[in-house]
């Protein structure tokens, strides 16, 4: 069974900094990109950043400067460094595999960061 676990989502102060983790683990073979995407409470999921196999990197501009993504070497493992956390991240953050096939992502369950003023 194809599993993503995040962690270190929590309560954080506006203003403060939290590290996001994801760990694959399972029959996942290759893959395009792994990358985050939150949901903000009744909201749509929206992409967050994402890394490929290659080391490129995207973000999305409200995160742009604030949000740091990057790969464990070696593993499939994602990590989103997050910095100078705003209220409006309030979201559930979810880890994400991009396959190189339409409808052959993974997701994570998601971890919870609240930002409070």
């Known amino acids: 069974q194809v599993q993503l676990v995040e962690s270190g989502g929590g309560l954080v102060q506006s203003g403060g900094s939290l590290r996001l983790s994801c760990a694959a683990s399972?029959?996942?073979?290759?893959?395009?990109?792994m990358g985050w995407y939150r949901q903000a409470p009744g909201k749509e999921r929206e992409l967050v950043a994402s890394?490929?196999?290659?080391?490129?990197?995207n973000y999305a501009d409200f995160v742009k400067g604030r949000f740091t993504i990057s790969r464990d070497k070696n593993k499939i493992m994602v990590h989103l460094q997050m910095d100078s956390l705003k209220p409006e991240d309030t979201a559930v953050y979810y880890c994400?595999?991009?396959?190189?096939?339409?409808?052959?992502?993974?997701w994570g369950k998601g971890t919870l960061v609240t930002v409070s003023s």
């Open positions: 399972g029959n996942i073979g290759s893959f395009y990109a």
């Open positions: 994400n595999i991009e396959g190189y096939i339409v409808g052959m992502d993974y």
């Open positions: 890394i490929t196999n290659d080391g490129s990197t």
